[in-house]
C-alpha cells in the first residue's frame, strides 16, 4: 500500500518520456481544489500498558462524528488520453477534531465525455500524509463528479466522493489525564471514513 503512491510518482515524473515530449506541456494542467468534508465516524483499536493502574488496557470500537472539516488542494495532472488522465496533489486537509494532515496525493481520472467536453467523471486516491504530530498516514479515496467546461481550457468541476484516511494517533489515558508513553504503546490504530464535496478549478 505504502509503495503504491511512490509508483505513480515516479510514472507521473516518466510521462515526458511517454508522451513523445512535443505536445506535454499542453496536456499538464494546474489546479485548485478546495470543500468540505464530514467525518461520521472512525474505528479505532488500542492496546496499551496504563502504569498508573498496572494492567494493560485494549480498547476498540466505534466512534461517530458530526464535525465538519475544510480542505484545500493544489494539483497537476497530465492528459493521458482525452478520458484518461493521472494527477499528483497536495494541501492542507482536515480529517476529524484533533487529526490534520499533509497530504501527498496520486489520482486517477476517467471522464466519461473527455476531458475537453461537459460531463460526468470518476477518480480514485492514493497517497500518504504526514498529520500534525508529523506521523505518516495512509490514504484512499473514490468519487466522481461532473465537469463544466467554462473556457476552452479552464473547467469546473463539482466533486463527491468517499474517503479513509489510516493513522496512528498518540493514546489518551482518562485516567492520568495525559498521553500514555510510546514505550507502553503495542498497537495504536485508526480509521476515519468520511465523505467529501468540493470544487475544483482546472487551467
Not at 3 to 16: G, M
Not at 86 to 108: A, C, D, H
Not at 122 to 130: F, N, P, Q
Request: include cysteine; proline fraction near 4%.
Amino acid at each position: 500500500m505504502k509503495r503504491l503512491p511512490v509508483i505513480f510518482l515516479v510514472l507521473f515524473f516518466s510521462l515526458p518520456a511517454l508522451s513523445g515530449g512535443g505536445d506535454f506541456l499542453s496536456r499538464l494542467h494546474p489546479g485548485l481544489e478546495w470543500g468540505m468534508s464530514l467525518t461520521p465516524t472512525s474505528f479505532h483499536h488500542y492496546n496499551y500498558l496504563d502504569e498508573s493502574i498496572g494492567f494493560r488496557i485494549n480498547d476498540e470500537g466505534w466512534d461517530y462524528h458530526t464535525k465538519l472539516n475544510a480542505f484545500v488542494l493544489g494539483s497537476l495532472s497530465f492528459g493521458v488520453t482525452r478520458t484518461f488522465s493521472v494527477g499528483i496533489l497536495s494541501g492542507w486537509q482536515g480529517v476529524e477534531r484533533s487529526v490534520r494532515i499533509i497530504p501527498l496525493i496520486t489520482r486517477l481520472s476517467f471522464f466519461t465525455s473527455g476531458s475537453d467536453d461537459d460531463g460526468i467523471f470518476v477518480y480514485t486516491d492514493l497517497g500518504i500524509a504526514l498529520n500534525h504530530f508529523a506521523k505518516k498516514t495512509n490514504f484512499s479515496q473514490i468519487g466522481g463528479g461532473y465537469r463544466l467546461m467554462l473556457t476552452p481550457g479552464y473547467s469546473l468541476n463539482i466533486r463527491i466522493s468517499s474517503r479513509i484516511v489510516y493513522d496512528r494517533p498518540d493514546v489518551w489515558d482518562p485516567i492520568e489525564e495525559d498521553y500514555i508513553s510510546e514505550r507502553n504503546i503495542k498497537r495504536n490504530d485508526a480509521w476515519y471514513c468520511a465523505l467529501n464535496i468540493g470544487l475544483s478549478l482546472e487551467f
